[in-house]
């Protein structure tokens, strides 16, 4: 018997898959990479991809990574009564591992077939799979966070179990301020409250990153008890104004036809900046308000398939934007205003198409989770 779906996360799961590939669409009209995407350095060709690339990928799209985050806190945290670390670990490591294996695998791999790679780049590759990505799946890296949140989660669920609401808050004040570290080691100082070469781990280390998106799920589900009402309003006004910021700070720092260190030109789209973490905020107190029964079959079908959509989608989007693009990112086929959601669009059809004729084969979720 398949268990109760909970009808908003579906709507976020389906929405945040998209805005990934939304994001990856726009790479391609700054990035200096002969690749298409965003390297170490970038470069806009003209204002209006300075514009629209700043619109789409920071302030549509920058909250993607978060909300995965915060949805699998949200589902997961408290567990369940009785469960144990190890019975944790198992469920969770037993469903996304074999995936994540697979296409570490296939992205070292497959572009063999295209020339998209060559055997040198290959053998590397894979020689460092143990330790990192393959330089074909850049859009892992977000695994390594996913797991070390699954890591975590049997330490910190006994004191969400126990803790008032006044706890959570403070730790969560904790991590609000750290999100601004990023700003004062790009501007200030890149060492900081004991940080230098012999130690990495400052005073806030552990306040500090995907712990707090966690706490801030688990303190929406279990402590907010706001209307709808009011989730509507603030939620509509925090990510205006998180989203208004993220797309500004890219819009200010790119210069067009300046070759730019990509960080500089992306200096407030961390994903733990205070910008990002307010439009995040927002847009799920937003999804929070959906209160239908039950989603629509294809919302529900989507949401199934989601983590292996994602997991395939650069497949797709890179020749689907090398044809768009044409080598020249100035002038593509179509203005780059309806570009990035058509390539966005067309990926995530293929990749749906594709997941979907998958789940048929059996044991495919040890596929596509």
């Not at 707090?212 to 688990?218: D, F, I, K, S, T």
């Not at 990510?239 to 208004?244: M, S």
């Not at 999804?287 to 239908?292: A, E, G, Q, S, V």
Request: charged share 10%; aromatic share 18%.
């Amino acid at each position: 018997m398949e268990k109760e779906r909970i009808v908003f996360v579906d709507y976020i799961r389906v929405i945040a898959c998209f805005m990934v590939m939304m994001v990856h669409a726009s790479e391609n009209f700054y990035g200096a990479d002969p690749s298409g995407l965003a390297g170490n350095v970038s470069m806009l060709a003209n204002e209006s991809n300075r514009f629209w690339v700043a619109f789409y990928d920071g302030g549509l799209s920058r909250v993607a990574v978060p909300l995965f985050i915060i949805v699998s806190a949200f589902l997961l945290v408290p567990m369940k009564y009785g469960t144990t670390m190890t019975q944790f670990y198992k469920r969770r490591f037993m469903r996304i591992m074999p995936p994540f294996i697979t296409f570490l695998l296939l992205y070292t791999f497959l572009p063999l077939l295209w020339g998209g790679m060559s055997w040198e780049q290959s053998v590397k590759d894979f020689t460092l799979l143990p330790f990192n990505f393959p330089s074909m799946g850049g859009h892992l890296w977000f695994m390594y966070p996913l797991i070390s949140l699954y890591i975590i989660i049997p330490v910190v669920s006994p004191w969400l179990e126990k803790s008032s609401a006044k706890d959570e808050l403070i730790f969560i004040s904790l991590f609000v301020f750290t999100t601004f570290i990023p700003f004062i080691r790009r501007f200030i100082t890149p060492d900081l409250w004991g940080e230098c070469f012999w130690n990495n781990f400052s005073a806030f280390w552990y306040c500090s990153g995907y712990l707090g998106y966690l706490v801030v799920a688990h303190y929406i589900r279990v402590h907010l008890s706001w209307s709808r009402s009011k989730r509507l309003k603030i939620g509509l006004l925090a990510l205006i104004a998180g989203a208004a910021f993220t797309t500004w700070s890219f819009w200010f720092m790119g210069v067009p036809g300046k070759i730019i260190e990509t960080p500089m030109l992306e200096w407030a789209w961390e994903f733990c900046t205070p910008n990002v973490l307010l439009a995040t905020f927002g847009i799920f107190l937003l999804f929070t308000c959906i209160n239908k029964p039950k989603a629509p079959r294809f919302i529900t079908e989507l949401s199934k398939l989601s983590f292996g959509m994602y997991l395939m989608h650069l497949f797709f989007l890179a020749p689907i934007a090398s044809w768009f693009v044409n080598g020249n990112s100035a002038n593509p086929m179509l203005p780059i205003w309806i570009v990035i959601p058509v390539i966005a669009i067309l990926t995530f059809i293929c990749c749906f198409v594709t997941s979907k004729l998958v789940s048929y084969i059996p044991g495919s979720k040890y596929l596509i989770g």
